[in-house]
């Protein structure tokens, strides 16, 4: 009995270490399992967030702003840099996928309402683009060119 009460005295007074800001942010960019690291072009259809969300917490922790350059993303990992064409409209902006969406079926992107109004999207609210990553995270912490950085 006293060596149970003293193993859980030690349990409860060793709390775990937390985890330091610039490696939870590491850990963040890194890409998961199931995240589409090959840095190929994509194509479908982009959506915007809705202003209302300005100030909610993304995936990676941060803070969204409607003035921002975010996006969204269900495949590409998070810390992707990519540059996205509207295809109707021919006009281009530089991303930086920072949260996990869009959940809306046969979406592919979501992007700040800054990004909406660059592409040409803003009062449609949806269009076909081409994502064509710039910066790709790696499951090992690198980052490679994708397909866009050679334009």
Known sequence: ???FSALLAAAVTTAPVPVQAA???????????????SGRVQRGQASHYHRRLNGRRMANGERFSVNSNSAASRTLPLGTTARVKNLETGRTA????????PYA?????????????????????????????VEVPQRDGSTRPGAGASR
Do not use: C, F, W, Y
Not at 27 to 33: H, I, K, M, S, Y
């Open 23 to 37: 490696e939870r942010n590491a850990q963040e960019q890194r890409a998961r399992p199931s995240d589409d690291t």
């Open 94 to 101: 530089m991303v930086e996928v920072e949260d996990r969406g």
């Open 105 to 133: 079926r046969g979406r592919i992107l979501d992007v700040s309402p800054r990004t909406a109004q660059q592409l040409g999207m803003l009062e449609e609210g949806v269009a076909p683009v081409e994502i064509s990553p």
């Open 1 to 3: 009995m006293v060596a």
